[in-house]
């Protein structure tokens, strides 16, 4: 069974950096769109970037120049690079990995791990 462990949250004053990872347990991870999703309190999950096997990116326009999203397939690990953090950024951030146009997720949800931008 494949699992997902997010890690790298934590409390962030506004303008902050922070760096998510996310492991994956299994072998799907090299050949698999990964991405990262967020949910902010009272919202629905959205998806922030993906990132193809081959290293391709995708983002979510807002997120644009402020997030980059990688990988390191010899880990097994994608990460989210978060850069001038704004309280909206609050959530808590998932990975999965992804499919479609749509990029909708395959997996079950790992625990995600919690991003509060505050001063």
């Known amino acids: 069974q494949v699992q997902l462990v997010e890690s790298g949250g934590g409390l962030v004053q506004p303008g902050g950096s922070l760096r998510l990872s996310c492991a994956v347990s299994?072998?799907?991870?090299?050949?698999?769109?990964m991405g990262w999703f967020r949910q902010a309190p009272g919202k629905q999950r959205e998806l922030v970037a993906t990132?193809?096997?081959?290293?391709?990116?995708y983002y979510v326009d807002s997120e644009k120049g402020q997030f980059t999203i990688s990988r390191d397939n010899a880990k097994n690990t994608v990460y989210l690079q978060m850069n001038s953090l704004k309280p909206e950024d609050t959530a808590v951030y998932y990975c999965?990995?992804?499919?479609?146009?749509?990029?909708?997720?395959?997996?079950?949800w790992g625990q995600g791990t919690q991003v509060t931008v505050s001063s």
């Open positions: 999965n990995a992804v499919e479609g146009s749509d990029f909708g997720p395959l997996l079950g």
């Open positions: 299994g072998t799907i991870f090299s050949i698999s769109t």
């Open positions: 990132i193809s096997s081959g290293g391709s990116t």
